[in-house]
């Protein structure tokens, strides 16, 4: 086993080893530490698992309006021990997949926990690795709080190891995971009930938008208890749960707990303080925009840099660190500014740049175009699910500089539109645009 490097990385998810593969192909010796599977958060216990099962929750839906458009189909049921074990053997094919790319660039994974004992140097179960240039990808983990009974719980991670859908499920939690897994349940079958601490989710996100999604959740089953915050956690007598808020409230009869109240950074183990490197109040390393460390040598990119955390972005940053460090090109770095992100919740959410409260805290000039309407899925259909569209310009020549659109087919409208704000187009640039249709996405060229 090779123990010196030109490279190493700490964390094979997907930041860590697109790095790593990148900063391969320029022709160094690289390892890769990794204590679990490959792939990390993302393809493990995140995004693919996840939209796996958004999947299955869409075909439900699809399934409960085949009647409307003339289909004789008729529920049957529904196996969750099928789709996990489908969904499982999927994600074990990525993780083969991953080590066969490594293999295939020549680089040398080493499976364990890692910790610096030096500058340069990390230890992995007793042997001591060196590399000159050292990146930090280690990502984040759930978070549980502080209450009593919380252990009764689960996290996302828990999620993707259920044997059988609950029967009645609470989720505490306002961010996209909560909001994502409350709408996987329900469409599957389950009762859920989301806790709010505040009185709505996805703050982060335009205010259209969550009230929009808000309202389509409530009004299709989903109970929404905002402004509660949790006690304690008990077992009853049946095996099942009691939750008590600090009001006194109390859910009964509670099969599934699930905490989606944030993510921390892995960064404990990693014994920072051996090379002098500290983290914020909150255990993230702070990064410069070039990825560095305040440690020479020492890079991070992804959720444990509390930046923007996302797969593509990690991804991103990763190989713009390995062109700049190996590939001869001493400017490359990310621009973090307008980065689509979505939540695949029923139905979705897409954007990219500001929110129109964000503009208005940034600029003066602020003209917003909104609109909305039922998607034409839903001509034959009882069921009106909400599509909203929204622009956000600034000044004079109305530079879009938000784009927003809940409803079906968000996920897939704004990776386009995405394009479009990075390029600096402006309301007329859309104008100009023919429409296609019928379609939702061509609301956004049409807006007046």
Known sequence: MNTDFDFLVIGAGSGGIATARRAASF????????????????????????????????????????????????????????????????????????????????????????????????????????????????GGRPVVPDVSGAELGITSDGFFELEQIPDRAVIVGAGYIAVELAGVLHSLGCEVSLLLRNETFLRNFDATLRQALMADMAGNGINILACTHMAGVIRQDNGRLCLTSTHGDELHDVDCLLWAIGRAPNSTALKLENIGLTTDERGFIPTDEFQNTAVAGVYAVGDVTGRVALTPVAIAAGRKLADRVFGGQPDARLNYENIASVVFSHPPIGTVGLTEEQARERYTDIRVYHSQFTNMLYALSEHKSPTVVKLVTVGNHERVVGVHIIGDAADEIIQGFAVAVNMGATKRDLDNTVAIHPTAAEELVTLR
């Not at 493990?44 to 003339?70: E, F, Q, R, T």
């Not at 021990?81 to 020549?106: C, H, P, S, T």
């Open 27 to 138: 022709g160094i010796k690289v390892g890769v530490i990794e204590q679990g599977p490959l792939g990390g958060t993302c393809v493990n216990v995140g995004c693919v698992p996840k939209k796996i099962m958004w999947n299955a929750a869409s075909l439900a839906h699809s399934m409960d309006m085949a009647a409307d458009y003339g289909f004789n189909v008729e529920r049957r049921g529904f196996d969750w021990q099928a789709l996990k074990q489908g969904r499982d053997a999927y994600v074990r094919r990525l993780n083969e997949i991953y080590q066969r790319n490594l293999d295939l660039a020549g680089i040398q994974v080493i499976h364990g926990r890692a910790s610096f004992v030096g500058p340069q140097r990390v230890e992995v179960d007793g042997t001591v690795f060196s590399a000159t240039h050292i990146l930090i990808a280690t």
